[in-house]
């Protein structure tokens, strides 16, 4: 998903544009997330952007486009970017830690 969004509608109010927005969003992962994995890989990972405009957007992480969506509709901006692209990814075993709180 790579959109721009537009929170200005002569009829609809702007915090039910926010909430179509997250919505779609939502929908948009899960829907990835139902898909089927090639084999050898555990999960969909995710690669996101989000901005003001396309030049602008940082890459952030799944977990922070709610906070960035909450972000831009108490700025309010008239318009954000948002670019979601799912890959298929592994899980990797994190590294025992050490009594002493290094990893061995």
């Not at 555990?42 to 952030?60: L, N, R, S, Y």
């Not at 799912?86 to 990797?92: D, E, L, V, Y």
Request: net charge positive; hydrophobic share 35%.
């Amino acid at each position: 998903m790579k959109k721009t969004f537009k929170l200005t509608h002569p009829k609809i109010k702007v915090a039910r544009l926010f909430d179509a927005v997250r919505r779609d969003v939502k929908k948009y992962i899960k829907r990835e997330r139902n898909k089927d994995l090639p084999e050898g890989d555990d999960f969909w990972d995710f690669d996101c952007k989000f901005g003001p405009t396309v030049e602008e957007a940082e890459v952030i992480h799944v977990a922070e486009i709610g906070k960035c969506i909450s972000t831009a509709e108490q700025q309010q901006l008239e318009s954000f970017y948002v670019e979601i692209l799912a890959k298929p990814a592994r899980r990797t075993k994190k590294p025992k830690l050490s009594p002493k709180g290094t990893a061995d």
